[in-house]
């Protein structure tokens, strides 16, 4: 009793008057003749009962559009001819067809597309990001027109933003404007900008560049930046991402900034040009390098996380350790391969600020360029000199200071320029080792030359010990084999005296003296006393005029040739010196 039923409710499209015009400005096109179009209070309607197109040819404002499923047979069209204004209840799209033009869309609710045809406007659609448990926007069905327009995600109180589309229903440009988190996985065409929203938890796969300025924090998240443009370069300029990984075919990818990544970076095809860029991996987070070619890097995580590497990653300048726990290469996994692949090469300088870290990675020096070690902190894991005709000098103590980590010298050389070297586990010298001779070498906490520490070892078939500067050196407390021995110029050279401390050369003994600068090369018994050191001579001499020697046996193996260098007096097998 006393029920009314209306026969329509009111803002529901019904294209009455379409014989005149389609506008939505025209009341007598809405069920409602007498209200007319909806306002900021109403939501607009379309359904299957009426299949008539729309033009929206005046700039609206309401507080919602729902197109039905059943909207659909014909045209049944909705174009866009002027601005649009959507309130909190959204822009829904289950059927029919919308058309976006150039005006902009901008959305106070949220973008649902479960059907029909959306072309989305080449202008701006701005949307405002709806919290953690509702879809910002989410296209999971019907057709998708990005139409070379851009989407913003906005909100000036840090709501988060959760966006899911598909390969097929991607975006254009995308513009990630909301303080809040940001989840979901999307797929972009074109650019993402990124201006606001230090915590991004989505994925993102991008055909276009990664733009913005970020902030500090900006690289925190699970989120990943996945670069997949097979068919065009693409560019880097943000400072800061969460995950990296490239998926480029034959295509570039340019890094135009240093950029901050939190965790990951996986490279799996494509080349990188980095314009001499850093890379610093940061935030809380624990970081996986499956594979990466690198020009700058630093590791600048909490005291408490590990960085590791799964395989073979390339540093084509510095590497820079500043904080972390470990830095570790990965377990044993069949797919990677072996774990000699799984390390780090390094063709620049070597700077380590930090005291206590540690990991099972070798750091392999590489490059045909001299290099510094350098730095106020202690080595955390084993080192690799592995260079071509090239070496690392330390600017600092060097301490390598874990149990069962090595120092190798393979190829090229290390130059211990006056600095200490700590070695915990062993030290093995196939290249060159180049130093003043005042130095502490200390290997397995023993400091007594090679020939006694089976730790510590100078190999007699492929080394070279080089003496530089003009400190007294005494020879034998680094050893009494040698394969090459270059002797320094205007510097005083020292030997044990006696058989037992007897020096062996299988290769060249040589001196750095050029005739010009400085004076010969000078050998002596130790503190200069009367009695002979023994010299055991089995490969060749290079000294010619260069050395200025003193009471040497070299009865013991081939004669010493020295032509032109000075007697010092009681030298024995020695040819050619000057009387």
């Known amino acids: 009793t006393n029920w009314a039923f209306p026969s329509l409710l009111p803002y529901i499209w019904t294209g009455a008057d379409f014989a005149v015009n389609t506008n939505w400005d025209n009341a007598l096109n809405w069920s409602d003749t ?99 448990t509702i879809d910002t926007w989410i296209v999971s069905g019907g057709t998708h027109v990005p139409n070379g327009g851009i989407v913003k995600i906005s909100s000036g109180v840090g709501l988060d933003a959760i966006v899911n589309n598909s390969a097929g229903r991607q975006l254009n440009h995308l513009e990630l404007n909301t303080t809040g988190i940001t989840s979901g996985t999307i797929f972009v065409d074109g650019d993402l900008t990124r201006t606001q929203g230090p915590t991004l938890n989505a994925t993102i796969s991008l055909k276009g560049n990664y733009i913005g300025a970020g902030g500090a924090g900006f690289s925190a998240g699970t989120g990943t930046i996945i670069f997949i443009s097979t068919v065009a370069n693409q560019n880097f300029n943000c400072l800061y991402a969460p995950n990296v990984e490239i998926i480029k075919g034959a295509t570039t990818l340019i890094i135009n900034t240093d950029i901050n990544v939190g965790s990951n970076w996986k490279h799996t095809s494509g080349t990188i040009t980095w314009n001499a860029h850093k890379v610093t991996f940061d935030t809380v987070n624990t970081s996986l390098i499956t594979s990466g070619s690198f020009y700058d890097v630093e590791f600048n995580k909490i ?27 990965s377990a044993w996994q069949q797919d990677i391969g072996p774990l000699n692949l799984r390390q780090i ?64 010298i393979r190829n090229g050389g290390l130059d211990l320029s006056g600095f200490n070297l700590t070695v ?75 058989a037992p401390n007897a020096i062996t050369i299988n290769g060249a003994l040589a001196s750095n003296y050029d005739g010009i600068t400085g004076t010969r090369s000078v050998l002596r018994s130790e503190l200069d006393a009367s009695v002979d050191w023994k010299l055991t001579l089995v490969g060749t001499s290079t000294l010619s005029d260069k050395v200025d020697v003193k009471r040497s046996d070299a009865s013991g193996g081939l004669g010493v040739l020295a032509v032109g260098s000075t007697n010092g007096g009681f030298n024995t097998n020695w040819v050619g010196l000057l009387l």
């Open 303 to 329: 005291a408490t996380t590990n960085v590791t590497i799964e395989k073979l990653c390339t540093i084509s300048n510095d590497l820079t350790i500043t904080s972390l726990a470990n830095l570790n290469q």
């Open 345 to 408: 090469e390094v063709s620049g300088h070597y700077i380590t600020n930090l005291n206590s870290w540690g990991g099972t990675i070798t750091l392999i020096f590489k490059g045909a360029t001299n290099k510094n070690i350098s730095g106020t902190g202690k080595q955390g894991v084993a080192i690799e000199v592995d260079k071509t005709n090239a070496s690392m000098s330390l600017l600092n103590h060097f301490d390598i200071f874990n149990t069962g980590h090595n120092l190798v």
């Open 424 to 498: 915990k586990n062993s030290f093995t010298v196939f290249g060159k080792l180049s130093l003043k001779g005042n130095e502490t070498i200390t290997v397995k906490n023993l400091t007594t030359p090679a020939i006694t520490n089976p730790d510590f070892t100078i190999s007699g078939t492929s080394s070279t010990i080089v003496y530089t500067n003009t400190n007294l050196a005494v020879v034998s407390n680094l050893s009494r084999t040698f394969y090459n021995l270059t002797l320094g110029a205007s510097k005083i050279h020292e030997f044990a005296t006696g």
């Open 34 to 132: 007498i209200l007319g179009a909806p306002g900021v209070n109403n939501t607009a309607y379309f359904s299957g009962a009426y299949l008539k197109d729309c033009n929206i040819n005046v700039p609206i404002a309401c507080k919602g559009i729902n197109i039905g499923l059943a909207y659909t047979g014909g045209t049944n069209t909705i174009t866009q001819n002027a601005a649009m204004t959507i309130g909190v209840n959204g822009f829904e799209v289950r059927g029919g067809i919308f058309t976006g033009g150039n005006q902009a869309i901008t959305n106070a609710g949220f973008f649902r597309q479960t059907g029909g045809s959306f072309t989305n406007t080449s202008g701006t659609h701005e949307i405002t990001a709806q919290g953690s």
